[in-house]
């Protein structure tokens, strides 16, 4: 009966692991789009939860002349560069926008006038970006503290990736990033539980075979 009992327990433990896992991988892959000013607000951080985020928001470009090239950027097996721009958001602070991807930097192209409404998917930071060059207006990474002192504006402390081609200006437009798989060790506590019970079951059966080799064992030697 012990047996039976910590074979059930194990199983229900396996299956609790796999629901987290099956969970967590639709959380990932069926976010929902949201308005950013709802999701997002004016200096609070870059979360977690914010990583491949879908929103929309409306927004007026800055002049076209403070737009950036994000050097060393691969698309397709090509190296490029991403042009990025920054945006006012109505009811936020300015967000940097990738607006699409080209084989080099070159001649800034002009922006939408007026407020355009924006879909884009939220990024976070990025990393060693190097020196800024104003000249060329390239860097080599979407690094928010360098960027935030060569542009006269408060801005988010993360990025966007534009998904409206429409607001590419010729370039090509940048696919998102594909949500990372769920790892393994996403309810691990469960897994570990199930080992566990079945540990306990092989326990209680060798139990279980001692106690009788050793019954048979004395009623052997009565016998004799």
Not at 19 to 30: G, I, N, S, T, Y
Not at 198 to 214: D, K
């Amino acid at each position: 009966m012990a047996i039976v009992f910590c074979v059930v327990m194990g199983l229900w433990q396996a299956g609790v692991y796999d629901d987290r896992q099956v969970h967590e991988q639709a959380d990932k892959r069926a976010v929902p789009r949201v308005e950013l000013t709802d999701l997002w607000k004016a200096d609070s951080p870059f979360l977690k939860t914010y990583n491949h985020r879908p929103v929309s928001f409306e927004a007026q470009f800055a002049p076209a002349d403070q737009q950036i090239w994000v050097t060393g950027k691969e698309q397709d097996g090509r190296s490029g560069a991403w042009l990025v721009a920054p945006v006012q958001v109505v009811g936020g602070d300015t967000l940097l926008l990738v607006r699409g991807w080209a084989p080099e930097p070159g001649a800034l192209p002009g922006v939408p006038a007026g407020t355009v409404p924006v879909r884009a998917v939220l990024e976070p930071g990025e990393k060693n970006a190097g020196a800024f060059d104003p000249a060329t207006r390239t860097i080599g990474a979407v690094r928010i503290p360098t960027l935030i002192n060569e542009m006269p504006y408060d801005l988010y402390s993360g990025f966007a990736i534009s998904t409206d081609a429409d607001l590419s200006g010729g370039l090509e437009p940048v696919p998102p990033p594909v949500p990372s798989d769920v790892p393994w060790t996403t309810g691990l506590r469960n897994l570990a539980y199930a080992l566990q019970w079945w540990v306990f079951g092989l326990f209680a059966a060798f139990m279980w075979w001692r106690m009788s080799t050793e019954i048979r064992s004395a009623s052997r030697a009565k016998v004799a």
